[in-house]
């Protein structure tokens, strides 16, 4: 694949030739601009698709990136600028239409119907007929194969609404590679994957470059994607800036390329200044009504006053299921949970967030927002009460609050009256998590709060949480990057089949040692410092 400009490109400008060369082009998009009221998301960009092979594309959330892909797609339709397939003008004008052309997307955020068995949902749309209707024997083979081709073993009659993020994630890629698409879209497929899912998918992409297909790949996972990539392509305020053969470039020439500076996020050596305990997590334990396990099996944890945990593990770990429990989302088959000295048992998720305790959610699309509402009403849902004034919203209170939290949390949007779905990844994540921060928590719950967010996001919401926690917060979150593990906490927990494996001091610990732990392979017993924390790791 190469990344076309312009013909006469401005000065410094990466050139066609210079990106990759012009042999095997399949799609060409020419002169694309998109705009969305008066924000131009989209300036003029020239952009190639070549048969075999994977050109990785690289962006802050807002370059643009995902915009240009929902247009090659059919899911958008651009301002100006047209599209050329195998060298003819086309337009595509929907999703269906760009299938029976051959090219497939595998959507950012989860596109799945949860009420739906997995195999409805890999053949919506493109039902495998019978004489008698559907032909649910064929669909539900079908996708048996689709599952040991990814190495996952999902039930095609398995409802979407019972599978984890991950496995949800595992059945977009199925259906995108159910179509036999010629052209593939891959934005940020790997944000719910394990490593070993990853190593999967990447099995596959080779086997589909081998058979000519053209991939275009979006990550955050930035040194996941070079490893894949034959090109990369970066894009900066909705214009292509560099672009580049993977193998001629590192991590650190994409980085400034995206944001003109290394990334510089490391707060290890942050003050360390806790006050008491305010969450205490106590032999918990979580059990899944379905298959009779337990997710959660006797998890004990502390969170300090200006304390930042990261809960660390992989895919399976238990993480998750922590996190809901402790929010109020599902019940304790055993142990309790105290916040600031209140047992929290019997408490759903409103009176939770009422005595102190928030929760940003893994998916912030399902659970974190309401698509049909603007930024502003997302970000004044958990507070709402608070500027109830005599049985009447103080509606020019609100306004200002929203509007100064907006400011306060660097959210790229046109106003509190732009709508929620118009915002990036990164900037989605910023309300949900200035939501829940406009409820003033005494703790804070995230889970995976990086998931689909650039490097400079990255930095930004971390910078937020340290601030936040300066001021007392207590911080709880979730993650499988060892990088924000070891850079964005005062102390790391790592979780390993449902139980507390082990406790790291993110200054005195290796990426290596944190890896061995989560994946089983021992590691030192939990520090302590105080009485509370010198149980034994369960």
């Known amino acids: 694949m190469s990344a076309a400009v312009p013909s006469s490109p401005a000065a410094g400008q990466p050139t066609h030739h210079e990106a990759t060369g012009s042999d095997g082009v399949v799609l060409r998009a020419v002169d694309i601009s998109k705009t969305y009221g008066v924000t131009r998301a989209l300036k003029g960009v020239n952009f190639d698709v070549s048969a075999g092979k994977v050109t990785a594309l690289f962006g802050e959330n807002g370059a643009g990136k995902s915009t240009l892909m929902k247009i090659l797609s059919g899911v958008e339709q651009p301002t100006a600028g047209h599209l050329e397939l195998d060298g003819e003008r086309v337009e595509i004008s929907s999703t269906t239409e760009a299938v029976d052309k051959g090219i497939a997307i595998i959507h950012q955020e989860l596109n799945l119907n949860a009420n739906l068995k997995v195999s409805d949902n890999i053949f919506l749309g493109r039902e495998i007929a019978s004489v008698r209707g559907i032909h649910y024997a064929e669909q539900s083979l079908a996708t048996r194969d689709l599952m040991k081709r990814l190495e996952e073993p999902i039930s095609p009659d398995a409802f979407v ?81 560099a672009a580049e053969r993977a193998s001629a470039i590192d991590l650190g020439w994409v980085v400034r390329k995206m944001v003109g500076r290394e990334a510089d996020y490391d707060f290890r050596d942050e003050a360390r200044e806790h006050g008491d305990v305010v969450l205490s997590v106590q032999d918990v334990t979580v059990a899944d009504t379905v298959s009779g396990k337990f997710p959660v099996d006797h998890v004990s944890l502390d969170v300090k006053e200006g304390e930042i945990v990261c809960l660390f593990g992989l895919m399976g770990a238990g993480r998750t299921e922590l996190m809901e429990a402790l929010s109020g989302r599902d019940e304790l088959a055993g142990g309790r949970v105290l916040l600031a000295g209140h047992d929290l048992a019997g408490l759903n998720v409103a009176d939770r967030i009422d005595l102190g305790m928030g929760l940003v959610p893994e998916d912030r699309q399902r659970d974190g927002i309401i698509q049909m509402q603007t930024v502003g009403k997302n970000m004044s849902l958990a507070s709402l009460s608070s500027w109830v004034r005599r049985g009447f919203m103080a509606v020019r209170g609100e306004n200002r609050d929203i509007k100064s939290q907006m400011t306060k949390l660097g959210v790229k949007a046109e106003g509190p009256e732009a709508p929620i779905t118009s915002l990036s990844g990164g900037n989605a994540q910023k309300v949900v998590i200035g939501k829940m921060l406009a409820s003033q928590p005494q703790v804070l719950l995230l889970d995976d709060p990086t998931r689909g967010v650039d490097v400079g996001a990255k930095g930004e919401i971390f910078s937020l949480l340290f601030s936040q926690a300066e001021e007392g917060l207590a911080v709880l979150f979730v993650t499988s990057d060892v990088g924000e593990a070891l850079n964005a906490s005062h102390r790391i927990v790592v979780m390993g089949r449902g139980q507390v494996v082990t406790e790291f001091d993110p200054r005195h610990v290796t990426r290596e040692e944190v890896m061995a732990a989560a994946e089983g392979n021992g590691g030192p017993p939990a520090a302590s410092t105080t009485e509370e924390e010198e149980r034994e790791p369960r």
């Open 161 to 241: 609404q019972d599978l984890r993020v991950g496995q949800q994630q595992i059945v977009e890629i199925a259906r995108a590679l159910s179509t036999d698409a010629r052209i593939l879209i891959m934005d940020e497929p790997t944000s719910a994957l394990s490593s070993a899912e990853v190593q999967v998918l990447f099995k596959i992409i080779r086997e589909l470059q081998r058979q000519g297909v053209a991939i275009v790949y979006i990550s955050h996972h930035l040194e996941e994607a070079l490893e894949i990539a034959d090109h990369a392509v970066v894009f900066r305020d909705g214009e292509l800036v």
